[in-house]
């Protein structure tokens, strides 16, 4: 079956550095795969979508690559602010029909 | 107001009791999905549905029944509340694959305990 696994400690950094955010999948090649910022108490917020045939997609301070290859997406956030605080959900697409799996998530604390 | 609503936010219900969870979007949005999270287990898929009258099971849809008769709604019923579907549930939205538009836009939540 699908396997999504990111980070599963808490990555704490300091304001101003750029956190980096890790996703692996196994067992399967997404079409495309969705970044999603989930705040305490809150549903999952959209940020990026990055397709197969893309390496790299940029949003203002945010940065996805996605290596089909490794089956690893990368999530940076460059001159983290503690506003970035939150956790970090990847989503690949499992089947057309935008049906997603979501990892469990990665906590990040900007400290400042 | 636009957008995604849920209802209710907090919910305590009994063991065996049958309980509904309310869904509304406003965009028009053909693909609408249940979720629920729960600690160490992230988002997991209840049940998913294409368009008005065409839903599909998700990873986790034992328990769970759905229904969308109209675009806008997508009620989820839980048929016979069991303690084990204490959590959060989700809903979310989706424009779909003809507007080549992927991103989901969820909803505020609704906090379900199950006693």
């Known amino acids: 079956s699908q396997k999504i696994e990111q980070n599963s400690e808490a990555l704490n950094i300091q304001e101003g550095k750029t956190a980096t955010l890790t996703c692996n999948y196994t067992n399967y090649s997404p079409a495309y795969l969705q970044w999603y910022r989930q705040d305490p108490g809150r549903g999952p917020v959209f940020l990026l979508l990055i397709r197969e045939n893309e390496k790299e997609k940029r949003k203002e301070r945010l940065k996805v690559t996605f290596d089909t290859t490794l089956k690893q997406s990368l999530f940076h956030i460059t001159a983290s602010q503690p506003a970035d605080s939150a956790t970090y959900l990847c989503?690949?697409?499992?089947?057309?029909?935008?049906?997603?799996?979501f990892g469990a998530g990665t906590i990040l604390r900007v400290k400042s | 107001d636009a957008g995604i609503t849920q209802s209710p936010r907090y919910k305590i219900t009994e063991t065996g009791r049958q309980v509904t969870l309310m869904c509304h979007q406003t965009w028009s949005h053909s693909y609408m999905f249940w979720y629920r999270q729960d600690l160490g287990h992230g988002l997991r898929l209840i049940y998913y549905s294409a368009a008005a009258d065409i839903t599909d099971k998700g990873e986790v849809s034992d328990g769970y029944v759905v229904s969308r008769s109209k675009t806008e709604n997508f009620p989820l019923t839980l048929e016979s509340a069991t303690r084990s579907q204490t959590s959060v549930y989700f809903c979310?939205?989706?424009?779909?694959?003809?507007?080549?538009?992927?991103?989901?836009?969820f909803g505020p939540g609704t906090r379900l305990t199950v006693t």
């Open positions: 979310a939205s989706s424009e779909g694959g003809l507007a080549d538009s992927y991103e989901q836009y």
């Open positions: 989503a690949p697409l499992v089947e057309y029909g935008n049906k997603l799996v």
